[in-house]
C-alpha cells in the first residue's frame, strides 16, 4: 500500500499553482520507462527484496532535499528520479507477490494486495494536495519520506528471496 500510495503521490509533489505544472508532470512521467529498466537490470543482479528497499530508500534519497525550496528545474530533476524509483520498486513487488504466495491462494493474495494498496492510491493524492494547498510542503514530503522508510524496512522484513526460486 505504502508503495502505490507513495507513487500516486508523487504526481501531486510539485506546487499546484506553477505555471508549468503540467509540463513538469509530462516529464516526470516519462521517469517510469527509466524507472522499469532500473529494476529489470537490479532484480536479476540483487533479487527482488533487496532491489526494492535499494529503490525505496533511492526514493527517499531523491524527496529529501525536496524538504526546502528548490529551484524550478532541481525540483523537477529530484522528482524525476523519485518518481523512477518508486516506479521500479512497485513493479517488483508486482513480480514478487505471486512468487510468495503459494499457488492455491495466489489469486486471493495477489487481490487483496492489490486492493489494498489501491486504497492508499487514493488516499495519498488527497493528503498531498490537501497538505501542498495548504503551504506544508516539509510536512509533506516528511509524510513521505515516512512511508517510503517503513516500506522499505518492510521489505527487507520480508522472510523469502524469491530469486532463482520455481513458483509452485
Not at 44 to 52: C, I, P, V
Not at 96 to 124: D, L, M
Not at 151 to 165: D, S, Y
Amino acid at each position: 500500500m505504502q508503495i502505490e500510495a507513495v507513487h500516486l503521490g508523487l504526481r501531486y509533489a510539485k506546487n499546484e499553482q506553477d505555471a508549468s505544472l503540467y509540463k513538469d508532470t509530462f516529464i516526470t512521467s516519462l521517469a517510469e520507462f527509466p524507472g522499469l529498466i532500473v529494476s529489470a537490470v537490479l532484480v536479476e543482479w540483487l533479487g527482488r527484496k533487496a532491489t526494492m528497499w535499494c529503490l525505496l530508500f533511492t526514493c527517499c534519497g531523491f524527496l529529501g532535499p525536496l524538504v526546502f525550496h528548490q529551484t524550478e528545474l532541481w525540483t523537477t530533476a529530484l522528482l524525476f528520479g523519485a518518481r523512477a524509483c518508486a516506479m521500479g520498486s512497485f513493479t517488483v513487488l508486482c513480480l514478487y507477490a505471486p512468487e510468495v504466495y503459494p499457488t492455491s491462494v495466489r489469486s486471493t493474495g495477489v487481490g487483496i494486495a492489490n486492493a489494498i494498496g489501491r486504497i492508499g492510491g487514493i488516499v495519498c493524492p488527497l493528503v498531498a494536495v490537501g497538505m501542498l494547498r495548504s503551504c506544508h510542503q516539509m510536512e509533506a514530503i516528511f509524510v513521505f519520506e515516512v512511508v517510503l522508510c517503513l516500506a522499505a524496512i518492510a521489505c527487507m522484513l520480508f522472510p523469502v528471496e524469491t530469486k532463482g526460486r520455481d513458483m509452485n
